[in-house]
């Protein structure tokens, strides 16, 4: 069975700080997304992980895939408030249109 | 349309009535899935429709729920005697056909009393 998990699952960071989200997977598997929330808002889509070694920036936000680690990583450069909001990773049950597991989510709080 | 759209946006029930929650994916999509989200967790997979039927209903919970897609476009989940437990926000996406990526909707709040 497929698990995704992220770490930290909260975190309060200052404005102007860096920090990294991380997210391991438990099977192999071709894609890997990140997506980003808002209190009671949907799921708004940032990036699309393809292959080994991907690496894609947008912003103050860059997110990386390793699959040989199963681990993925969303680096925030520079956080600014409107970056709070909660970011879940989700992983591909298998090729092709497949479900996507999701993980727990990671809250983050940017603080002055 | 130009995105997923999903009603209503907001839902309160009595606990034990039927509800019917409506998804319209994006024109040409004929990929489309149902999670549920309840608070404080990551979305669940419930079911995955390619076309008109239903490639993978493995997270359904149980059989209070149902859910039809019978012109491969809209898409209706059913949840009959709605329990407390079934509260959650149902979230519903779509994409193309060999497109890797889905598109969300703006989700519905169940809110069962």
């Known amino acids: 069975e497929l698990k995704v998990e992220q770490n930290p699952l909260f975190l309060s960071m200052q404005e102007g700080k860096n920090y990294t989200i991380y997210c391991n997977y438990s099977t192999t598997s071709d894609r890997l997304y990140w997506y980003r929330q808002d209190p009671g808002k949907s799921l708004e889509s940032l990036f699309v992980?393809?292959?080994?070694?991907a690496v894609k920036q947008e912003g103050r936000l860059m997110a990386s895939l390793d699959t040989k680690a199963r681990l993925s990583t969303l680096h925030i450069t520079a956080a600014v408030h409107d970056l709070s909001a909660t970011y879940f990773c989700?992983?591909?049950?298998?090729?092709?249109?497949?479900?996507?597991?999701f993980g727990k989510g990671t809250r983050l709080s940017v603080i002055a | 349309g130009a995105g997923v759209s999903q009603t209503p946006s907001n839902k309160v029930t009595e606990k034990g009535k039927y509800v019917e929650l409506r998804c319209d994916p994006i024109?040409?999509?004929?990929?489309l899935y149902w999670y549920r989200q309840s608070l404080g967790q990551g979305p669940e997979f419930l079911i995955y429709?390619?076309?008109?039927?239903?490639?993978?209903d493995s997270g359904l919970p149980n059989d209070r729920f149902f859910a039809v897609r019978p012109e491969g476009s809209v898409s209706t989940l059913k949840i009959q005697r709605t329990e407390r437990g079934d509260s959650a926000m149902y979230l519903c996406?779509?994409?193309?056909?060999?497109?890797?990526?889905?598109?969300f909707g703006q989700g519905t709040r169940l809110t069962v009393v």
């Open positions: 996406a779509s994409s193309h056909q060999g497109n890797t990526e889905a598109f």
């Open positions: 024109s040409g999509h004929t990929a």
């Open positions: 992980l393809l292959s080994n070694g």
């Open positions: 429709f390619q076309g008109t039927g239903a490639a993978d």
């Open positions: 989700a992983v591909d049950k298998g090729s092709g249109n497949t479900p996507l597991v």
